[in-house]
């Protein structure tokens, strides 16, 4: 190749990145694939059999191209306060689906000073209180961290972030689909180990 048609420098990375990529996806397909041709006849059951039946590429990158992730107009960095944040957090988890008997409160945690930014923690607590037991055994957690810049205009949105409790994930608001099932399975492992101690 003459200088001339050589590609331009970011076109060769982002060639070799998507090489790379599609690479790593290769192998954890054989992977899996490899796995599933290894099981004894003993661990073939059912069920493991039904999902290598099921288990093909298509399959395994299935998208559900008509979900929306739903999200709404955050904060700009001038009009941030405490309270216009905590009224944010709630609007945003209305666009959540979950169970009607699931209820939750936010609490600020408080602040800390960053060189370029200041970051406010808030805590969403959520519990299932029902008649016999309307204060519950567990809760589940989800932190929220507004980051709130010293060096941007005033105009430009507050970045937020969430984590859920036990679990190292962080999510963007827009970015991820919220799923029930991780704040049952916060309060189930929470009440499992606290069966299994003694006082």
């Not at 008509?66 to 957090?89: C, H, P, Q, R, T």
């Not at 970051?119 to 961290?145: D, E, G, L």
Request: hydrophobic letters at 40%; charged letters at 30%.
């Amino acid at each position: 190749m003459s200088q001339q048609e050589l590609p331009p420098d970011g076109d060769v990375y982002a060639e070799q990145a998507k090489k790379l990529v599609d690479d790593v996806i290769e192998l954890a397909i054989k992977r899996l694939e490899t796995n599933l041709s290894l099981m004894s006849e003993k661990e073939r059951t059912f069920e493991s059999l039904k999902y290598s039946e099921m288990m093909s590429r298509e399959s395994t990158f299935a998208r559900e191209d008509d979900f929306v992730i739903d999200n709404i107009a955050w904060l700009a960095i001038g009009d941030f306060s405490v309270e216009m944040a905590e009224s944010k957090i709630n609007e945003f988890i209305k666009t959540w689906k979950y169970d009607n008997s699931w209820l939750y409160c936010v609490d600020y945690l408080g602040k800390d000073e960053h060189e370029f930014d200041t970051r406010h923690r808030f805590r969403v607590r959520w519990s299932v209180p029902t008649r016999r037991k309307p204060i519950p055994r567990a809760t589940a957690c989800v932190y929220f961290t507004f980051q709130v810049s010293k060096i941007k205009p005033k105009s430009h949105p507050v970045e937020v972030f969430y984590v859920f409790e036990t679990n190292r994930l962080v999510h963007k608001p827009g970015e991820s689909r919220f799923r029930e099932k991780w704040l049952k399975d916060i309060i189930e492992s929470k009440v499992i180990m606290m069966q299994a101690l003694t006082f």
